[in-house]
């Protein structure tokens, strides 16, 4: 009864990171069980950061993410890469500011 009497519809953005963190963590399924878990960890704490931090409603933001995070994913699925290593980006400098 009420506002939640249906599942809830995600947006084409919301679709896109969730399909780049499945895309990770099935990437990482093909890596030796260490260096697994620490991608997995990298991974986990990365989108965990930025959901907590990046505005949702910053989109030239979110969509520079996803254009990274795929870079990187296609480079974690190469057969030499063992790793993956975090990189941060100060956000306050895409925030939408208008000067």
Do not use: H, W
């Not at 795929?70 to 306050?92: A, E, M, N, Y």
């Amino acid at each position: 009864m009420g506002a939640s009497s249906g599942p809830r519809r995600l947006s084409g953005m919301q679709k896109q990171v969730l399909a780049l963190y499945r895309g990770f963590l099935r990437a990482a399924r093909s890596k030796p069980a260490e260096e697994r878990k620490q991608i997995e960890s990298v991974v986990c704490s990365e989108f965990r950061k930025n959901s907590k931090q990046v505005d949702r409603k910053n989109f030239i933001y979110i969509e520079y993410l996803l254009r990274r995070g795929k870079k990187q994913l296609d480079q974690l699925k190469s057969p030499d890469t063992v790793g993956l290593s975090s990189l941060s980006v100060d956000s306050s400098r895409t925030r939408g500011s208008s000067s």
